[in-house]
């Protein structure tokens, strides 16, 4: 049991020390917000701030997931699609299907539209680099 518990807090501490790591450190760090890009992720996801990973996104509130990863690739304007899965804390998993797009004219800029949002806005990320 104590080993269990060992186990858990290391963990725990682990995840800490994650969110206080430079948003520059971090692989692939695009947010929704490029102001924060010099902060800490967790300053970022207090203030609302949305981070996209080639398999992911998440914020404080919620994280999203889908398995075939995101070419990061702006040499033309492309559109990729990934159906995948949202999750909030507890037993809220509903799924998704997500489109990205990026465009030449637009570099470090990638754009991401999801079937839950019905506005038909796209959410915005920026390269932090």
Same mark, same amino acid.
């Given at each position: 049991m104590? &080993? !269990?518990?060992?186990q !858990? %807090? !290391?963990?725990?501490?682990?995840v800490?020390?994650? %969110?206080?790591i430079? /948003?520059?450190?971090l692989?692939e760090?695009?947010?929704? $917000?490029?102001?924060?890009c010099g902060? =800490?992720i967790? %300053?970022?996801y207090? $203030?609302g /701030?949305?981070?996209?990973?080639a398999t992911?996104a998440? =914020?404080?509130?919620?994280?999203?997931s889908?398995d075939e990863?995101i070419?990061f $690739?702006?040499?033309e304007t492309t =559109?990729?699609i990934r159906?995948?899965y949202?999750?909030?804390p &507890?037993?809220?998993?509903?799924?998704? /299907?997500?489109v990205?797009?990026?465009?030449?004219?637009?570099? $470090? /800029?990638i754009l991401?539209?999801s079937?839950?949002?019905?506005t038909?806005e796209? =959410? !915005?990320?920026? %390269?932090c680099?």
């Amino acid at each position: 049991m104590a &080993g !269990r518990f060992a186990q !858990r %807090a !290391r963990i725990g501490l682990s995840v800490m020390a994650i %969110a206080l790591i430079p /948003v520059s450190a971090l692989a692939e760090p695009y947010l929704s $917000d490029p102001e924060y890009c010099g902060g =800490t992720i967790s %300053a970022a996801y207090e $203030d609302g /701030v949305m981070a996209l990973y080639a398999t992911g996104a998440e =914020t404080i509130e919620y994280g999203c997931s889908w398995d075939e990863e995101i070419r990061f $690739d702006w040499s033309e304007t492309t =559109t990729q699609i990934r159906p995948g899965y949202c999750a909030e804390p &507890g037993e809220f998993i509903y799924p998704e /299907v997500f489109v990205f797009g990026m465009s030449e004219s637009e570099p $470090d /800029v990638i754009l991401m539209w999801s079937s839950s949002n019905q506005t038909g806005e796209a =959410t !915005r990320f920026f %390269a932090c680099e």
